[in-house]
């Protein structure tokens, strides 16, 4: 069975600070990563997913098989990326998410 | 254009009643998902539909639970009997065809079983 675990229920930095919000999967065959937001009042979005390798909004997630991680980082956090996180896991080609129970990311000015 | 919305935004409801959840997707989206997200959780997957049809229905807890997608556009999810441990926020989401793509997700409906 698949599983995705957030260790961190709240995150508080302040602004300027660097972010790493934790992510770690249980999984046996190739996973699919992806990192959900939800800002305040604002509907579940997609943030990234690491087949695209890119940066949104100074985010980066690098998936780690290793250590079956795929931590999602900011050098410097910005009041605006205050929300809620969550990590996600598919399969089988199928893609549909088993997600974390989140992170709330609190960025104090 | 407009997103995935959803009705009724709050649904509350006594136990062992009938409730309908509506979903209604992005025009020309192909798939639609169900999920449901107790508090403190994330979406917990209920299932999915290609079109017409229910491509996966294995994550709908039980047999009190059941959705429909007639004419492949809107969608709802009819639960009978309710239980006190239905009361969750339940979320559609929906994109074009084919494994990978984006999902969009609509405001939820939180339904509340007393």
């Known amino acids: 069975a698949q599983r995705v675990t957030q260790p961190e229920k709240l995150l508080s930095v302040f602004k300027g600070a660097p972010v790493e919000l934790k992510c770690n999967y249980s999984y046996s065959g190739s996973p699919e990563l992806f990192w959900y937001v939800q800002y305040s009042r604002q509907r579940l979005q997609l943030l990234l997913r690491h087949i695209s390798r890119e940066s949104i909004k100074g985010f980066t997630a690098d998936l780690n098989k290793g250590e079956t991680s795929f931590h999602l980082k900011k050098p410097f956090a910005q009041e605006e990326d205050s929300a809620m996180y969550y990590c996600a896991l598919a399969s089988g080609g199928s893609y549909i998410p088993t997600f974390g129970r989140g992170t709330s990311l609190i960025v104090h000015p | 254009g407009a997103g995935v919305s959803q009705t009724p935004s709050n649904k509350v409801t006594e136990k062992g009643k009938y409730v309908e959840l509506r979903c209604d997707p992005i025009s020309g989206h192909t798939a639609l998902y169900w999920y449901r997200q107790s508090l403190g959780q994330g979406p917990e997957f209920l299932i999915y539909?290609?079109?017409?049809?229910?491509?996966?229905d294995s994550g709908l807890p039980n047999d009190r639970f059941f959705a429909v997608r007639p004419e492949g556009s809107v969608s709802t999810l009819k639960i009978q009997r309710t239980e006190r441990g239905d009361s969750a926020v339940y979320l559609c989401?929906?994109?074009?065809?084919?494994?990978?793509?984006?999902?969009?997700f609509g405001p939820g409906t939180r339904l509340t079983v007393l």
């Open positions: 539909f290609q079109g017409t049809g229910a491509a996966d």
């Open positions: 989401a929906s994109s074009t065809s084919g494994a990978g793509n984006e999902q969009f």
